[in-house]
């Protein structure tokens, strides 16, 4: 059986890296992160109530280009790998190895999660040491198992598209993180057009 790719392009207006209107939305989440920085490495992951293929990469971006301002060195790595948009943005295809720089943050786009598995969150922070955050960007748990390769004990961000649809979504949301130990820390409101 053939597994489907899912397609998707990242509208570009949307990101701050290439539209400067929207770098105040996303700033006040970085502020908030910055705010709970620990010295070191700092790990966290972002997903959705909804499975959205747009938004968790674009509101991801965003949050890394914000970072990236106040001096940091952040990484991103693509944890929905059947999600193509990152590819569709940077015109390149998933490789393990490399690091691709966009808009100086930098990015990975796996071939699969499998390289992830069994790490704990300090074997990450020491696989890639020289970087202040790195970013996980992580497909909704209610639509894919790819969340279960995260380790254990990173905390989430989870976008909610609406706040009134997505209450139920939102606890089913967190109910399957903290049956994996992951903890949501903070939900961000995302409205995109």
Do not use: R
Request: glycine residues 2%.
């Amino acid at each position: 059986m053939e597994k489907q790719i899912k397609t998707s392009v990242i509208n570009k207006k949307l990101l701050c890296t290439e539209n400067q209107v929207n770098i105040a939305k996303y700033e006040d989440f970085a502020m908030k992160i910055l705010n709970k920085s620990e010295k070191g490495t700092n790990v966290f992951a972002i997903t959705c109530d909804k499975n959205n293929f747009n938004l968790i990469p674009t509101a991801t971006i965003n949050v890394a280009y914000n970072l990236a301002l106040h001096n940091k060195k952040v990484l991103v790595i693509n944890c929905d790998t059947q999600n193509l948009a990152f590819n569709n943005l940077l015109a390149t295809s998933n490789n393990n190895d490399i690091v691709v720089n966009y808009s100086n943050f930098d990015i990975i786009l796996p071939v699969n999660t499998d390289f992830m598995n069994n790490l704990t969150l300090d074997e990450l922070k020491e696989k890639y040491p020289n970087y202040d955050y790195i970013i996980l960007c992580v497909p909704s748990p209610k639509c894919s198992l790819n969340y279960l390769a995260v380790p254990q004990g990173t905390p989430f961000y989870m976008l909610v598209i609406k706040f009134i649809s997505s209450f139920y979504a939102i606890n089913k949301c967190i109910g399957l993180l903290n049956n994996a130990e992951l903890s949501v820390i903070g939900s961000v409101y995302v409205k995109l057009k």
